[in-house]
């Protein structure tokens, strides 16, 4: 009988087991995950018997002690042990599948606009490389249940009608990552299945998030990952493949030691185990986490009370916290009547931001007054909040741009509680109060005056300035700055968050080397600044109240977006 | 927290002068004390100092997991990939990381766009991960492979002869041979390849050179890559570099990189022809291997640090591959000398320009009274109790009608350490000249 938790969720549940930094508020668990400090430590003895003696661990033991693990994960999700193999990620499981598929002229692959961003890059591979078509199906979310259900049927029925088509593969995910947002995987499988599609089912948000039962769920392909919700420390997920299916996959990505040619050049072994053997050792690489599986379980039950325990505080603390930043920041909710969407660690609030149309645009002498964003920054807007948010008061907003607007997606977790919804909310909404101060431009710092002064709009006027910019990380700065190629070189600096910006002091002369690259010929003077520890105690200190007068606002021309990971 | 910090940081502080040997595993490494280390090839192993700076990124990615991944981590591969460059000959926009050298030749493989009669070279001494995915890639691909069989001891001039000949039959069935792919050093037996040569020749039939130099950086000296000019090189750095696994690097020279259109998986960074078109040519090859899925890249950002301690503690790269290339050479004819037989070498020695040395044991099937098919068995039998019962392991094979050790030189490595593996040897063969090896049942 599982017992309550002895500590506490939320903030005593963070300090007693977990390693945050105690100036990071950690809001965005659907991420990158993180283990307890109990599995870090399961993991360092791990490591440290690899390097008391590396060959017999990695050469003669591992695979043996990889199938415990495998077959504790596989109890769980309820498939047998010679179905489920572990690779790195979600994104690497699903792309074996991809790249493994017997793909035949007139195949389809379906999927919705919200397919992860790998994944679909993998499709955008198979269509240049393989002749694939994919068929995304363009619908803005959120979408009841049923409409998602008949919209992917309808489809796939549309397409196997044209002669010569046929949907080979299906992707669904078991949660959106970004909105997230569950989605009625088990009703899509049987659905899809019944029109003739295979169905790869992307559960990288799904073990320890929400319920799976492979053997009621059946599809074709699954992964999920463990180091997501799971406490496993990453990379590791688990990839399940049906026996009926494990011909189709010929080899692992990479293709490795356990790849068995259809014509052998020698004598091989029987073939019993090939579809294991083939996952077992793809390349050297620290696969220790894989054996941190027990270690996982253990903290979940011992310190936690167990799996329904978990996910009933993680559902709860995510309404709370969603409620909560709603409240705050003055807006509302993703949902949508007849959808389970919200029934998992993730919700979505609308950030107080707004778009500028196009007419406004146009009406200048209001635009600059309005609050609004104007188009050309936008994209810009979600990663200079990121980044922001990090380097001033180290919480990261993992937000987006969705269809004009923007969301901010939290995760709940064993180790936040509302007081730290709270304090994010807050600390959001001032971020996005700074988004609308007028007179958004680039500003030019003078050191002998100590003022900032507004520079002429427009990147062709931009000339022989120096720029100062403390705490924006070189990587984002040159990846956004969108200026003028002419007038601007960077040089990145190397250091934790810190950047160096480098401008040439003669506008005439053409640079002769790209953004990025030392131009030896065109330096002007180096500006050093804030190395990213100082970032830290400006944040320890509450620094990022969003009043200072001596922080430049900082917006700039985008042609597109950055990653926007999740 | 910077690779400088560490310097005289750690347990490790101070002692640049400690010297190789004993003295040198017992300070900083990790070894249970009654494991004797003889395989550096396989797995590698770092120092102390390396695990500390490791474990203290690792605690960063768990404190700040986001603004580490997302911020931190790139501006540190930057860092780390500026420092391997010089190593390489190469610029820092030419060298991007990934786990191992299996996934970097799928990598570069897998990119490739091979047209019918097109047809991969390789040798017969290719790394088995390698072949099988040539294998893989002829199963989906229109391209063929052809192996030249090569068996040692040969001499340089014999490798370049047996390839340029090979690309001359393939051109005359009518094929083209349009990749060549080779080793710097090869696994088994441990030997030096005239990579340079083959490379050269390869520029002069108009084939690409792919060089699988696994065992490449901080094993042999190649600051001199970027002029010999291969079109692909790939190398591990948690093999001979002191990096933890795993850690590959690599090289593309920039001239190439156009061929690059998708890591493995295929991930983030990954564009349509049409797309990159828009962009500036050097943008997209560095920028794609900077995230490509999940996992634990720390050993990526820990190669500045092992380069310091290899030249803070060690002397430097140079003082470290000659130690190690000595202490093969040495402790090999020592083994040699104890055990009656001989290492393995070629005329002019060019093979045994690394840190391997290959001995053959004493025994022979006729002393076995054991047929060539049970030669694979036997040696995996005394193979697997190398670990099992002598706290150590040592690659045995079954090459040329013998049976080989192959014994990795190192700087935690002595004269006795090689004494201590030829009286195991000695003491394996006796066991199996006893008979033991036929009373295991499985072939397995």
């Given amino acids: 009988m599982p017992q309550p938790p002895q500590v506490p969720f939320g903030a005593p549940m963070r300090h007693a087991h977990f390693a945050f930094s105690p100036s990071y508020l950690p809001l965005n668990h659907g991420s990158y995950g993180t283990h307890p400090v109990s599995v870090r430590a399961a993991h360092l003895a791990l490591r440290a018997e690899v390097e008391a003696a590396p060959d017999p661990f990695i050469a003669l033991h591992f695979a043996s002690r990889l199938a415990k693990s495998r077959a504790a994960v596989a109890g769980l999700l309820r498939c047998s042990s010679d179905e489920l193999v572990f690779v790195p990620n979600a994104t690497t499981g699903i792309d074996t599948v991809l790249k493994n598929l017997d793909w035949k002229p007139g195949d389809v692959v379906l999927c919705y606009e919200l397919v992860y961003g790998s994944v679909a890059n993998g499709l955008s591979w198979l269509e240049e490389a393989r002749g694939v078509e994919p068929h995304v199906i363009f619908r803005e979310w959120p979408i009841a249940d049923d409409d998602i259900v008949k919209m992917m049927v309808d489809t796939t029925r549309q397409i196997n009608a044209q002669p010569g088509k046929r949907v080979r593969l299906a992707i669904c995910d078991t949660i959106i990552s970004g909105p997230g947002a569950r989605v009625p995987f088990e009703r899509l499988v049987p659905a899809l299945q019944a029109e003739g599609a295979m169905v790869l089912v992307d559960g990288a948000h799904g073990i320890g998030h929400v319920d799976i039962d492979l053997g009621v769920m059946k599809p074709d392909f699954f992964v999920t990952n463990l180091h997501k919700w799971f406490f496993v420390p990453r990379g590791c997920a688990a990839f399940y493949v049906p026996k009926k299916n494990q011909a189709l996959i010929r080899t692992s990505l990479p293709t490795s030691h356990g790849f068995k040619p259809k014509r052998p050049l020698f004598l091989s072994t029987p073939e019993e185990n090939a579809f294991e053997e083939l996952f077992d050792f793809t390349g050297t690489s620290d696969t220790t986490n894989y054996l941190c599986v027990e270690a996982a379980l253990r903290f979940r039950h011992d310190v936690c009370g167990g799996e329904a325990s978990i996910q009933q505080y993680c559902r709860w603390i995510t309404e709370r916290g969603a409620t909560i930043a709603a409240e705050i920041l003055g807006t509302h909710i993703m949902n949508i009547p007849g959808s389970r969407m919200r029934e998992c660690n993730f919700a979505n609030i609308r950030m107080p931001l707004e778009l500028r149309t196009e007419h406004e645009v146009n009406n200048r002498e209001t635009a600059e007054q309005d609050g609004k964003v104007d188009p050309r920054h936008a994209n810009a807007v979600s990663d200079w909040i990121k980044h922001v948010g990090c380097t001033e008061s180290g919480t990261y907003f993992q937000n987006f741009l969705y269809r004009g607007n923007w969301w901010w997606r939290i995760s709940g977790m064993i180790y936040v509680e509302e007081a730290d919804f709270r304090k994010g909310a807050h600390v959001l909404k001032q971020l996005c109060a700074r988004n609308h101060v007028p007179c958004l431009g680039r500003r030019s710092y003078d050191e002998t005056s100590d003022e900032y002064n507004d520079l002429p709009s427009g990147p062709s006027d931009i000339r022989c300035q120096d720029l100062t910019i403390p705490d924006l990380s070189a990587d984002y700065t040159q990846a956004h700055w969108g200026l003028d190629e002419t007038a601007v070189t960077f040089v990145e600096d190397i250091s934790l968050g810190a950047c160096r910006i480098k401008t040439r002091k003669c506008p005439e002369e053409k640079p002769t080397q790209t953004p990025g690259s030392l131009d030896e010929a065109h330096q002007s003077e180096t500006l050093e600044v804030e190395r990213f520890a100082k970032a830290e105690i400006h944040s320890a200190h509450g620094h990022g109240a969003g009043g200072n007068d001596e922080e430049p606002m900082w917006n700039a021309l985008t042609e597109g977006s950055e990653w926007s990971t999740f | ?444």
């Avoid at chain 2, 996992?295 to 990526?300: A, G, K, L, R, V």
């Avoid at chain 2, 190669?303 to 130690?323: D, N």
């Fill in chain 2, 1 to 444: 927290m910077h690779p400088a910090d560490f310097e005289t940081a750690g347990t490790g502080g101070g002692d640049a002068n400690s010297s190789f040997g004993h003295a040198m595993r017992n300070k900083h490494f990790f070894f249970a004390p009654s494991y004797r280390p003889l395989n550096h090839g396989s797995f590698g192993v770092f120092p102390r100092m390396v695990q500390e700076y490791q474990q203290r990124l690792q605690l960063e990615s768990e404190a700040r997991p986001d603004t580490f991944i997302r911020y931190t981590y790139p501006a540190l591969l930057k860092e780390a990939r500026a420092s391997i460059a010089p190593l390489l000959g190469a610029s820092t926009d030419e060298v991007v990381f990934v786990q191992n050298a299996t996934s970097g030749v799928n990598t570069v493989l897998g990119n490739l766009i091979f047209k019918p009669g097109d047809v991969i070279l390789h040798f017969s001494t290719i790394y088995g991960a390698c072949l099988k995915t040539i294998q893989y890639l002829g199963s989906n691909n229109p391209v063929e492979s052809y192996q030249i069989d090569i068996e040692y001891p040969m001499e340089d001039e014999e490798i370049v002869q047996v390839f340029l000949d090979s690309a001359q039959r393939v051109r005359s069935q009518g094929k083209t041979p349009v990749v060549a792919m080779f080793d710097s050093v090869l696994t088994f037996p441990g030997a030096r390849f005239p990579w340079e040569k083959l490379v050269d020749i390869c520029r002069k039939l108009g084939v690409m050179s792919l060089v699988d130099g696994a065992h490449g950086i901080g094993h042999i000296d190649l600051t001199h890559l970027g002029r010999v000019g291969p079109d692909f090189f790939i190398s591990n750095c948690y093999k001979w570099l002191m990096v933890p696994r795993g850690c590959a690097v690599i090289y593309v020279p920039f001239r190439n990189q156009h061929l690059i259109q998708t890591t493995c998986p295929t991930s983030w960074g990954f564009q349509t022809t049409i797309d990159r078109a828009k962009l500036n040519k050097s943008e997209y090859f560095v920028k794609l291997f900077e995230k490509i899925s999940t996992t634990d890249n720390t050993p990526y950002l820990c190669v500045p640090i092992a380069l310091q301690f290899r030249k803070s503690h060690c002397g430097g790269e140079s003082t470290v591959m000659s130690y190690c290339t000595k202490i093969a050479k040495d402790g090999g004819r020592k083994m040699a000398e104890i055990m009656g037989t001989e290492t393995l070498t070629n005329v002019t020695g060019s093979l045994q320009q690394c840190c391997f040395v290959n001995v053959r044991l004493p025994v022979t099937l006729a002393d076995l009274d054991a047929p060539d098919s049970k030669g694979l068995h036997i040696a995996k039998w005394m193979q697997e109790k190398t670990p099992a019962e002598y706290e150590t392991y040592i690659p045995i094979k079954f090459y040329k009608g013998g049976f080989w050790c192959r014994i990795s030189g190192q700087i935690y490595l002595t004269i006795d350490d090689f004494e201590w593996a030829a009286e195991t040897l000695m003491d394996l063969c006796k066991r199996v000249k006893g008979g033991e090896w036929k009373t295991v049942s499985n072939m397995g």
